[in-house]
């Protein structure tokens, strides 16, 4: 069936089987390799996405779940060529070990960012727990959101 | 022909026509976080979903003059995000932000945790101790009303037909006197994602002019099939005077209705003390500016 959806930014239309899980046409039919699958069962969050400005699991959504609204993958964060800053915090505080882990918690801290533009810490912890990383133990992780905040607020202000 | 079909109502009458058809491959689909999951399990590739999350009008939470009005798309971070939820229902607010991780949280109902009455089911001895019922519509457009704790019949059983949807979950308007929590002690390798083991939702009645607990709820969660009331503690708690001294006999007279309910079963001993260790957290939870 027709799924009509937008993906960063861009208008998409798409044949899709219903049994098809949002994770699996990112990934297969727009060759958004960005996403990946650890689990596929909403345990790990490396398959997370922001779909209506909230994180979520890309694996557990029926891709037809996904119409009318606007998705955004790793692959949207960066604009015209510059790393978001989310992105570039990660790499600065030596957030990014193996990597597997780091779509799906970047998109994780980019959705907190969205709604909440000076969480506390405790906040930021609560918001990447559906987030396993095997490396980093987290600090790091929780490091580069706070960096992030404070560039974030002088920049704005 | 080897397929699933894919329905959208977007309205209650479109919902309606789409159960007219139901038979036992028809899945209603939530959030999906535990169908999606079932359905890759059990390797189902035919049948109908009817999806019910693009229904207009059912992701609110409203008030009429008794009843919290809570439509059948709203999820758990809507719950925990609505202010006056918060305030006043504090043991909703308290369960959803324990669901699972924010992803889940994002994307996950509370008609969808009836429908699977999972044992651990966090939302079911809140909405037993709110005596919330949900409304549920059929294919001939007929609607009824039914307390959450007549649907559950047993572990992933509940009364309702393949041709019924939950459109709406209500409960009564809590009274200034009402105070509320949640607790869930768990198992899983993370303190987030914990499978309760055992969970407790408590709402009271506190007078606070005469500093007497006038009613008090208690539901036991994941410890029987179906989560049920420790009734002999609603009894112990009503017209006492708040106080800590309470805690460790309520902590007794839980552990003994947990006991019995387990009937020696070694395997749960843990459960023993997981539920005294709630009723001291939820207690302190909400008398916490009293005692
Ligand atoms: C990683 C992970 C962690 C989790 N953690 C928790 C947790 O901590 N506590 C907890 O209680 N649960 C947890 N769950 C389970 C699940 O998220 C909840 O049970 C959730 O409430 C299900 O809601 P849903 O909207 O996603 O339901 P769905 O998956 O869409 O549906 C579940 C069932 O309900 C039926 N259904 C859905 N909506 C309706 C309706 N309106 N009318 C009739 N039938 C309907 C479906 O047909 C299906 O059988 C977890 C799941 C995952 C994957
Ligand atoms: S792959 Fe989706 S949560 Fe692990
Ligand atoms: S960097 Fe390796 S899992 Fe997180």
Known sequence: MLLEFDVNGIKRKLDVDPEMRLIDILRDKLGLKGTKEGCGEGECGACTVIIDSVAVNSCLVLAIQARDKQIITIEGLEKDGELDLLQKTFINQGAVQCGYCTPGMLMSCKALLMQNTNPTEKEIRLAISGNLCRCTGYTKIIRAVREAVETGGMQNG | ?291
């Open chain 2, 1 to 291: 022909m080897d397929k699933f079909t894919y329905k959208t109502p977007v309205t209650l009458e479109e919902l309606v026509e789409s159960l007219k058809s139901a038979n036992e491959n028809t899945y209603i689909l939530g959030g999906g976080t535990d169908f999606v999951i079932q359905m890759r399990k059990k390797r189902l590739s035919q049948g109908v979903i009817i999806d019910m999350t693009g229904i207009r009008g059912l992701n609110e939470i409203n008030m009429d003059e008794d009843h919290i009005r809570l439509g059948a798309n709203v999820t758990y971070s809507q719950l925990y995000n609505n202010p006056f939820i918060r305030a006043h229902v504090a043991c909703l607010a308290q369960m959803a932000i324990k669901v699972g991780s924010k992803q889940i949280q994002n994307m996950a109902r509370l008609p969808g945790n009836i429908v699977n009455a999972s044992k651990a089911g966090d939302s079911i001895p809140v909405l037993l101790a709110l005596d919330a019922s949900a409304k549920i519509i059929n294919s001939k457009g007929e609607t009824k009303q039914i307390k959450v704790q007549d649907i559950i019949l047993g572990m992933g059983k509940t009364i309702l037909n393949r041709d019924e949807a939950i459109i709406e979950i209500l409960f009564p308007k809590p009274t200034i006197n009402t105070r509320s929590s949640f607790g869930k002690i768990g198992h899983g390798a993370r303190n987030e994602l914990t499978i309760a083991n055992v969970s407790l939702a408590m709402i009271t009645e506190y007078n606070q002019i005469n500093n007497i607990i006038e009613k008090a709820c208690l539901v036991v969660g994941a410890v029987a099939p179906v989560a049920f009331h420790a009734a002999q503690a609603e009894v112990f708690l009503q017209s006492k005077r708040p106080s800590r001294l309470l805690i460790p006999q309520l902590a007794d007279i839980l552990q003994k209705q947990v006991e019995t309910v387990l009937k020696g079963n070694v395997s749960s001993k843990h459960k023993i003390n997981d539920i005294r260790g709630l009723a001291f957290d939820v207690f302190e939870n909400i008398f916490t500016d009293v005692i």
